[in-house]
């Protein structure tokens, strides 16, 4: 099976300033056909749903900010907040669906500090 | 509108079933994958399983610690989708989530609560 880590668990990053967060796949997750990485990224504030920011790796979705970004491809990835607003605290989600059964990271909370 | 409402919750005794419900609308239900994914209090996401639509099959896959304990099934004429869940364990306590979707998941339900306690 494979296994999503996520790193840090946690970062505190100061409003306008760069939250980056890293999710490393045990296996490659990047189908070499459609050169599409099976990888996205959620957004889960307390009490809600959680919301797709981002799939395939690096598509962002309809609506979401665009200081919300994700890259990387095979087993390494990125999701970075260019410029953390107060509206961005919140846990963060990485999720392999290359392959059953599914998996996701940990999580990592981003906190104001 | 894409919406999937989640019932069924409640507490239920260890060795215990339950059944969850996942009522949809604003797509052909019919030609959708569905899954399930759940989230133990304080805990990060978690797979469940899902199932294919008819058309490619209708097949389910699980999660390893299902082992048998868990059935996802569907009626397209009802659009709406089932989970299952027998000899439950205090560790399945968890907000379950429905989603039309056999990869990433755009649409969440709110879910629904299921407690697991003696």
């Known amino acids: 099976d494979i296994v999503m880590t996520q790193s840090p668990d946690s970062l505190a990053v100061s409003l306008g300033e760069r939250a980056t967060i890293n999710c490393k796949s045990s296996?490659?997750?990047?189908?070499?056909?459609?050169?599409?990485?099976?990888l996205a990224w959620y957004q889960q504030k307390p009490g809600q749903p959680p919301k797709l920011l981002i799939s395939?790796?690096?598509d962002r979705e309809s609506g979401v900010p665009d200081r919300f970004s994700g890259s990387g491809s095979g087993t390494d990835f990125t999701l970075t907040i260019s410029s953390l607003q107060a509206e961005d605290v919140a846990v963060y989600y990485c999720?392999?669906?290359?392959?059953?059964?599914?998996?996701f990271g940990q999580g990592t909370k981003v906190e104001v500090k | 509108e894409v919406q999937v409402v989640e019932s069924g919750g409640g507490l239920v005794k260890p060795g215990g079933s339950i059944r969850l419900s996942c009522a949809a609308s604003g797509f052909p239900f019919n030609k959708a994958w569905m899954s399930w994914v759940r989230q133990a209090p304080g805990k990060g996401l978690e797979w469940v399983g899902r199932?294919?639509?008819?058309?490619?099959?209708?097949?389910?896959e699980y999660a390893g610690f299902v082992k048998g304990r868990f059935t996802i099934s569907r009626d397209d004429s009802m659009n709406t989708l089932y989970l299952q869940m027998n000899s439950l364990k205090n560790e399945d306590t968890a907000v379950y989530f429905c989603?039309?979707?056999?990869?990433?998941?755009?649409?969440w339900g709110q879910g629904t609560l299921v407690t697991v306690s003696s």
């Open positions: 199932i294919k639509s008819n058309s490619d099959g209708g097949t389910t």
């Open positions: 395939w790796a690096s």
């Open positions: 999720h392999q669906h290359y392959t059953t059964p599914q998996a």
């Open positions: 989603s039309p979707s056999g990869s990433y998941y755009a649409y």
């Open positions: 296996q490659n997750i990047l189908y070499r056909s459609n050169n599409k990485n099976y």
